[in-house]
């Protein structure tokens, strides 16, 4: 057996043209070094396996070949592992150690990994020689997790933020190694790695590794899936076929086949709210774009997604995410799996149904136009019949208004009182109620004389009304004074206009019930503003103090000498 290296080391970047998907970072970092601009600490943080310690060492490295090319000055540079090295000891040790020039070559640089697990006391030890290193150092610390690090080490350093590869980046360098090893390959195939790797090219690299070593010369994307635990996306948008159609029972058969081949059925929906994303994407030009597949995958999508509307494919996500939030506390993986596909098999489409509403729409809207007519006729044929003085005539008219009042009781109480309909029902009935009990009668040139005691009573019975119906804020303001007669006018006094405009909105309620109540048409309502009125309000402790104090100073004297606060 010859010597082997895995694919990460063995096509490890040794430029920064090399490293994939940081252009922005290796950019800023090369003209810093063309400039002799470069700090001397530096933060390079960022997911795992985007290239963060193999840009640290280009660096290393590029810093002391940028002035001559012909040396080799890579015992200049030294890595340590934070993780093992985390004590206040090894960074003394470290303090030391960077005092000491380099022997050829102008900088020592020192590549600190994962350098938040860092001890606390370890990260003051270091700070002083961060903040001023010797001329000759160069600090490179980097890490995956920079909410760890103490503030006062971020400070310090020049961040270089790393980002994850893109999907497309990591296929394109996939597919560049295999094509020097001359192994063919399924673009599908080389998507799906690069989906699993999550953004990580070492990870995705060693997937490949695997695959080749499972696939042999061909990689296809049967292979990789059933190798990977993922369900391909083929089968993805067969089943999405069959839950279109309605084929409850047909679809149940791919799950079962699914789970059979050993896929489990968490990833199986996780991968299933993926291809409804696409579907999703498929819906707008600008959106289409963000699908990380081929060319010809991104086909299938389009074309299953145009044989449904965007409200069907909301409405499953919505479902499928929702399954996928509740699976870690389901013991029934596959039921729970099953139930997830039967609701979205049975999800309406929407575009016959619009069609339906509108014809129903249509044919209500004449009915509702003959009814009128009719009504409209009835209406003119009654008139004429009956006459003016006709006192049954208008008994009838009563007794219809109650059967109506009692139909619309029975209406309430035939609806569950736990429902919203319920709420909604006596809403309006609660409203009805109002409405007849203070506007039912129309005005007449009723000029019944009144007095002021008449007055107070149904005011004070219109505050109690608004107060069984919760207007706490309206019974609260009816409270402020007394009304005043004045002839057939009303005064009112309150504190504020604010008080004012609250009880002028009230004012056609209020006035209808007085009018009606008082048997006077002419009555009028008019609000006056008065500072000096007294609030009916409750008053807070240090309030109630400040007016025992007015009637009794001596409180005062007390309260400084016991030291209270009132």
């Not at 010597?3 to 998907?21: D, L, M, N, Q, T």
């Not at 291809?275 to 707008?284: A, D, I, Q, S, T």
Request: charged share 30%.
């Amino acid at each position: 057996m010859g010597e082997y290296k895995i694919s990460a080391i063995k096509y490890r970047p040794k430029k920064f043209e090399e490293v994939v998907g940081q252009n922005d970072v290796t950019s800023t970092l090369e003209n810093a070094i063309n400039k002799g601009k470069l700090g001397q600490a530096l933060l390079f943080s960022g997911p795992r396996g985007v290239g963060k310690t193999t840009c640290a060492r280009i660096l290393a490295k590029k810093v002391n070949l940028h002035e001559d090319k012909n040396n080799d000055y890579s015992f200049n540079i030294f890595e340590l592992d934070a993780a093992s090295n985390n004590g206040v000891d090894h960074i003394r040790e470290l303090n030391e150690k960077v005092r000491v020039p380099p022997r050829i070559g102008n900088y020592k640089v020192y590549i600190i990994d994962e350098v938040h697990m860092l001890s606390i006391g370890a990260f003051n030890a270091f700070l002083k020689t961060l903040e001023e290193p010797p001329s000759h150092a160069i600090f490179i610390l980097a890490t995956t997790e920079k909410s760890k690090i103490l503030p006062t080490v971020l400070s310090r350093c020049q961040i270089f933020d790393f980002k994850r590869i893109s999907v497309l980046d990591i296929k394109k360098k996939l597919e560049s190694i295999l094509i020097e090893q001359k192994i063919s390959y399924d673009d599908e195939a080389l998507f799906l790695i690069s989906e699993s790797s999550e953004g990580s090219l070492r990870d995705a690299l060693q997937i490949l590794d695997r695959m080749i070593n499972f696939c042999e010369n061909e990689i296809t994307i049967n292979e990789v899936s059933k190798n990977l635990n993922i369900v391909g996306s083929k089968l993805y948008l067969d089943i999405c076929d069959e839950i279109i159609e309605k084929n409850i029972p047909k679809v149940l058969l791919m799950l079962d086949e699914i789970i059979l081949n050993g896929f489990s059925e968490v990833n199986f929906i996780i991968g299933l709210s993926n291809h409804f994303r696409n579907l999703f994407f498929c819906k707008n030009n600008n959106t289409f774009k963000l699908i990380e597949s081929s060319e010809k995958l991104k086909e299938f999508y389009l074309e299953q997604s145009n044989k449904v509307d965007i409200t069907w494919i909301r409405k499953g996500l919505k479902i499928i995410n929702t399954f996928e939030i509740n699976f870690k506390n389901i013991n029934n993986k596959r039921i729970h799996a099953e139930l997830c596909l039967m609701q979205i098999s049975s999800i309406k489409k929407e575009g016959k149904n619009i069609s339906k509403k509108k014809d129903n729409f249509k044919n209500d809207n004449k009915l509702l136009d003959t009814e009128k007519n009719k009504s409209d006729v009835n209406t003119k044929n009654t008139e004429n019949l009956v006459p003016k003085n006709n006192y049954k005539a208008k008994e009838n008219t009563k007794s219809e208004l109650e059967k109506k009042s009692t139909e619309s009781d029975k209406s309430i109480n035939e609806v569950s009182s736990y429902s919203l309909a319920s709420v909604e029902k006596k809403k309006i009935f609660n409203n009805r109620k109002i409405n007849t009990d203070f506007s039912k009668s129309k005005p007449t040139s009723q000029k019944n004389n009144f007095t002021q005691e008449d007055l107070e009573n149904y005011w004070d019975k219109y505050h109690n009304h608004k107060q069984q119906n919760k207007e706490f804020n309206i019974a609260s303001l009816l409270k402020i004074s007394k009304p005043k007669k004045n002839g057939n006018i009303i005064e009112y006094s309150v504190t504020s206009d604010i008080n004012k405009k609250e009880l002028e909105d009230e004012l056609p309620e209020l006035l209808s019930y007085i009018k009606t109540s008082l048997k006077n048409n002419l009555i009028e309502i008019k609000f006056n503003t008065d500072n000096s009125i007294k609030k009916n309000i409750l008053y807070t402790p240090s309030e109630k103090f400040e007016k025992l104090v007015e009637l009794n100073p001596s409180l005062e004297i007390l309260r400084k000498k016991l030291d209270l606060d009132y």
